[in-house]
């Protein structure tokens, strides 16, 4: 079981930046492939970001070159930096933990808001 908290979301205007944070416990973090993923008000839950243990990182083409996915194994946490935020980024972020070798075992955040508005 893998309990996730996500953190750092709030307003922010246009061209602006926020860091998520979400902080993992009950399980082997390492074993877990870190990502964000968004849901937009009617619209479909989305792919933006994720992380493999050792470094590998995947991104929505919507975000690249924008947002940045990190993840530090020794405090069981993954970030998102947004950087030049706009107003389509506004969603529900969500943390998700896939395990790396069991389709099956997968675990999602309570989710944390972001607006993007002027």
């Known amino acids: 079981q893998v309990q996730l908290v996500e953190s750092g979301g709030g307003l922010v205007l246009p061209g602006g930046s926020l860091r998520l944070s979400c902080a993992a416990s009950?399980?082997?973090?390492?074993?877990?492939?870190m990502g964000w993923y968004r849901q937009a008000p009617g619209k479909q839950r989305e792919l933006v970001a994720t992380?493999?243990?050792?470094?590998?990182?995947n991104y929505a083409d919507s975000v690249k070159g924008r947002f940045t996915i990190s993840r530090d194994n020794a405090k069981n946490t993954v970030y998102l930096q947004m950087n030049s935020l706009k107003p389509e980024d506004t969603a529900v972020y969500y943390c998700?933990?896939?395990?790396?070798?069991?389709?099956?075992?997968?675990?999602w955040g309570q989710g944390t808001q972001v607006i993007v508005s002027s």
């Open positions: 009950g399980s082997i973090f390492k074993f877990y492939v």
């Open positions: 998700n933990a896939q395990h790396t070798t069991l389709a099956y075992v997968n675990f």
């Open positions: 992380a493999t243990t050792g470094g590998s990182t």
